[in-house]
């Protein structure tokens, strides 16, 4: 079978949601956008709410939507984008809590949804969701006599715990959210480490969840093995791939293996990338292609039959380091030819 197989550990992932819940004694959602960050919404929701979870963010309502429909009517699933035109129907019928950003936003929620739980987000120096100090003087009496579920806003910097923003992001927040009845959240992933100042009422992880950067101490949840379609000995000055951008210096055995940039292996990763035969590290050989990819097996004893992208070896932010990018871009590239499986024990 000529398709990559990405395991995906239900256990370690809900393990480490556990884990960043254990660090507050506040109550801890889950952020489940991007089709749980590429790890399948309908498979990780379900069992982030049996570890325990009982809000949930998506970024639109569409998402909301479809996690309504996988969770059924318990959980609460707020909605990062909030009310935007046309989402009226589906925030009611799927009994959505949208995070309003702007007093546009509030004025079609209460013309449109009267009485519908909403949550409000502030923009605290990130400027890119919520509502800046001077609109939300304007709106918040009016706001908050509407009884708002939560008042969030959205570090920019918690992944860099000395960072000033952070602190100074802190001190907005508290500055204008002090004295409401409404639950607060400011605490992402990064976050819930920086410590419990930031922990408010409610911490949302998302990222850690799935075993990335920050949470240093999150469990793998991925695994990716890649079939090798076909091994062979190329000779010394004989080069691998498109343009020639790799030549052989002595005698090689040279793997090529079924994926490429379409299955979310980003060509930017290129010669810095590595696979794994059991202990054995192999090396990318030129270029990363769209379906297949050079792998040098000189060191591997025998002939594999998939070699390990993803695993005990290295995470998702290692693939990134190599292509100067985030473990976030890694995770929701993970490509849909994949053949899946998921771990629950």
């Given at each position: 079978?000529?398709?990559?197989?990405?395991?995906?550990?239900?256990?370690?992932?809900?393990?480490?949601?556990?884990?960043?819940?254990?660090?507050?004694?506040?109550?801890?959602?889950?952020?489940?956008?991007?089709?749980?960050?590429?790890?399948?919404?309908?498979?990780?929701?379900?069992?982030?709410?049996?570890?325990?979870?009982?809000?949930f963010?998506?970024?639109?309502?569409?998402?909301?939507?479809?996690?309504?429909?996988?969770?059924?009517?318990?959980?609460?699933?707020?909605?990062?984008?909030?009310?935007?035109?046309?989402?009226?129907?589906?925030?009611?019928?799927?009994?959505?809590?949208?995070?309003?950003?702007?007093?546009?936003?509030?004025?079609?929620?209460?013309?449109?949804?009267?009485?519908?739980?909403?949550?409000?987000?502030?923009?605290?120096?990130?400027?890119?969701?919520?509502?800046?100090?001077?609109?939300?003087?304007?709106?918040?009496?009016?706001?908050l006599?509407?009884?708002?579920?939560?008042?969030m806003?959205?570090?920019?910097?918690?992944d860099?715990?000395a960072?000033?923003?952070?602190?100074?992001?802190l001190?907005?927040?508290?500055?204008?959210?002090?004295?409401?009845?409404?639950?607060?959240?400011?605490?992402?992933?990064?976050?819930?480490?920086?410590?419990?100042?930031?922990?408010f009422?409610?911490?949302?992880?998302?990222?850690?969840?799935?075993?990335?950067?920050?949470?240093?101490?999150?469990?793998?949840?991925?695994?990716?093995?890649?079939?090798?379609?076909?091994?062979?000995?190329?000779?010394?000055?004989?080069?691998?791939?498109?343009?020639?951008?790799?030549?052989a210096?002595?005698?090689?055995?040279?793997?090529?293996?079924?994926?490429?940039?379409?299955?979310?292996?980003?060509?930017a990763?290129?010669?810095?990338?590595?696979?794994w035969?059991?202990?054995?590290?192999?090396?990318?050989?030129?270029?990363?292609?769209?379906?297949?990819?050079?792998?040098?097996?000189?060191?591997?004893?025998?002939?594999?039959?998939?070699?390990?992208?993803?695993?005990?070896?290295?995470?998702?932010?290692?693939?990134?380091?190599?292509?100067?990018?985030?473990?976030?871009?890694?995770?929701?590239?993970?490509?849909?030819?994949?053949?899946?499986?998921?771990?629950?024990?």
């Amino acid at each position: 079978m000529a398709v990559a197989h990405l395991t995906i550990d239900l256990a370690a992932l809900t393990a480490n949601w556990q884990a960043l819940n254990s660090m507050s004694q506040t109550e801890t959602a889950a952020v489940v956008k991007a089709d749980a960050y590429g790890l399948g919404i309908d498979k990780v929701a379900p069992a982030l709410a049996q570890a325990g979870a009982r809000r949930f963010f998506v970024a639109a309502a569409e998402e909301g939507a479809e996690l309504r429909q996988v969770l059924g009517s318990g959980p609460e699933i707020n909605v990062f984008s909030g009310h935007m035109k046309g989402d009226t129907a589906l925030i009611r019928d799927a009994n959505l809590v949208p995070m309003l950003n702007s007093i546009d936003q509030m004025l079609r929620q209460v013309e449109a949804l009267p009485g519908h739980a909403f949550g409000l987000q502030l923009d605290t120096g990130m400027n890119r969701l919520g509502m800046e100090d001077a609109e939300w003087r304007a709106l918040r009496d009016i706001a908050l006599a509407q009884k708002p579920t939560l008042v969030m806003s959205h570090l920019a910097c918690a992944d860099e715990p000395a960072h000033y923003m952070n602190a100074q992001q802190l001190q907005t927040f508290v500055d204008m959210t002090d004295g409401i009845d409404a639950d607060r959240s400011l605490a992402a992933t990064g976050g819930t480490l920086l410590g419990p100042d930031y922990h408010f009422d409610l911490t949302r992880p998302g990222v850690g969840i799935y075993g990335g950067m920050p949470f240093i101490d999150a469990k793998p949840v991925v695994r990716l093995d890649v079939p090798v379609i076909q091994s062979r000995e190329v000779q010394t000055g004989e080069t691998v791939g498109y343009s020639n951008t790799w030549t052989a210096e002595r005698p090689t055995r040279v793997a090529t293996i079924a994926a490429g940039y379409a299955d979310g292996i980003l060509r930017a990763m290129g010669d810095q990338a590595c696979l794994w035969a059991g202990d054995t590290r192999c090396k990318v050989l030129g270029r990363i292609s769209m379906d297949m990819i050079g792998v040098d097996i000189t060191s591997v004893e025998g002939e594999p039959a998939s070699l390990e992208l993803l695993g005990p070896h290295q995470g998702v932010d290692m693939l990134a380091d190599w292509a100067g990018t985030i473990g976030y871009e890694i995770l929701t590239s993970l490509g849909h030819r994949y053949d899946r499986s998921y771990l629950t024990a």
